[in-house]
Each structure stands twice: as C-alpha cells, then as structure tokens.
C-alpha cells in the first residue's frame, strides 16, 4: 500500500489529509510488519512534531485508520495495538512476537481447509476473520 492510497480513503470519504494523519500513516507503511500501542503511536508523533499530541486525536486517528481499512488492530494482555492491514494476506495466519511486536504471516492449510468446509457444510457467510498466534521469534528466543 501507497501513501497516496492511504490518503485518497481519506480524502473520498470526506476527511483531510492532516499532518498528523500523514505521519501516522507513514509510520505504519514505514514499519509494516511492526505492531504499536496507542501510546507508542503518541509519543512518535510528539517526536516527529515537537508538541504534545493529545491521546484523544491519536485515538481518533487511529480509528479512523482502522474504519477505512488501512490498519488493523488487536488486543493483547487487556492493551490495543496497531498494525498496516496486509490486504494480500487475508487468508493467512498471523504470527506476533510478544517481544519485539513483529508480525510474520505465513499461509495454513489446515485452516484455509476448516474455512472452506465450514462454509461448504453449514452455509456460513464468513465475513471477517483473523488468527494470531502470539510467542517469540527466534531473534528474541535467542536474546531471551
């Protein structure tokens, strides 16, 4: 995903193409298999900004993200984080290093197979799915 992609979901839907909506989006286009906190996310923009960002326009923003499909979030140990939604990965299974928040996605047989036979055998109309596997990747293992 471009930028510009990004910005065009923003700006057809009636929002603009803030500063602090650029840089949200870069980061995540910048570090795309890297999960952030809200948190993370506030003090990046304070970084890059030089002013306090209020944790209301980061939610905000990062909602709004998520709303038009440019990132996705998930939830772990009771906190939000925030990754670029893969659109070519739709099917695949998610792998999240509690340490160092990378993602790998890596494609499942035997899932896709349990999706396909649950739609064939009992008709559901699957409309959202998403697996993740947490644990440590080997650099983290290693360093562990």
């Known amino acids: ?36 906190s809200a948190k993370e996310v ?3 923009i304070t970084h890059l900004t030089g002013k306090q960002a209020s944790f209301g326009n980061v939610y905000h923003n990062l909602y709004l993200l998520c709303i038009f499909g440019i990132i996705d979030k998930t939830e772990y140990c009771g906190e939000s984080f925030f990754y670029l939604k893969e659109m070519s990965q739709k099917e695949s299974v998610m792998f ?27 008709a559901y109309r699957i409309l ?17």
């Open 42 to 44: 506030r003090e990046y």
């Open 128 to 144: 959202s799915q998403k697996f993740e596997i947490y644990g440590l990747c080997p650099q983290c293992r290693v360093a562990g």
């Open 96 to 122: 999240i290093c509690t340490n160092c928040r990378k993602i790998i996605y890596f494609s499942n047989g035997l899932f896709e197979q349990f999706l396909k036979k649950e739609k064939e055998e009992h």
């Open 1 to 36: 995903m471009e930028l510009s992609v990004c910005l065009s979901k923003l700006t057809k839907n009636g929002y603009k193409p803030t500063s602090q909506r650029k840089a949200l989006i870069r980061l995540f286009l910048e570090n795309n298999r890297t999960m952030f």
